[in-house]
């Protein structure tokens, strides 16, 4: 199994990125997916999750409105658009899967599998 996590860069506040994460060896539809991050020195959260068939997502707080996940499940991918981008937005931001996770609310129950590689994400001031 394979998660190949792209698009991460330098941006400027109030900018834009699309992340991108490419599954393999795996039934990817059969998989709720999720975007997580982490700053060095603090632990990994929770961004965005989405159901098998993308029509169920949930969003941490601090980037409700501002980010949206979708998927493709036909090309086995996940994305996360980002938008009005902060500085505290910069981490690096790993892809996963969330088996658990079918509708409704994220609960940390529902913990990742699978993780990708992670891609960094620099939002300058």
């Known amino acids: 199994v394979q998660l190949q996590a792209s698009g991460g860069g330098v941006v400027q506040a109030g900018g834009s990125l699309r992340l991108s994460c490419a599954a393999s060896?795996?039934?990817?539809?059969?998989?709720?997916m999720g975007w997580f991050r982490q700053v060095p020195g603090k632990e990994r959260e929770f961004v965005a999750v989405i159901g098998r068939r993308g029509l169920n997502t949930d969003y941490a707080d601090s980037v409700w409105g501002r980010f949206t996940i979708s998927r493709d499940n036909e090309k086995n991918t996940v994305s996360l658009h980002m938008n009005s981008l902060k500085p505290e937005d910069t981490a690096v931001y790993y892809c996963a899967t969330v088996p658990r996770y079918v509708r409704g609310v994220y609960n940390e129950w529902m913990k990742p599998d699978l993780w990708g590689q992670g891609t960094l994400v620099t939002v300058s001031s």
């Open positions: 060896g795996l039934t990817f539809s059969t998989y709720g």
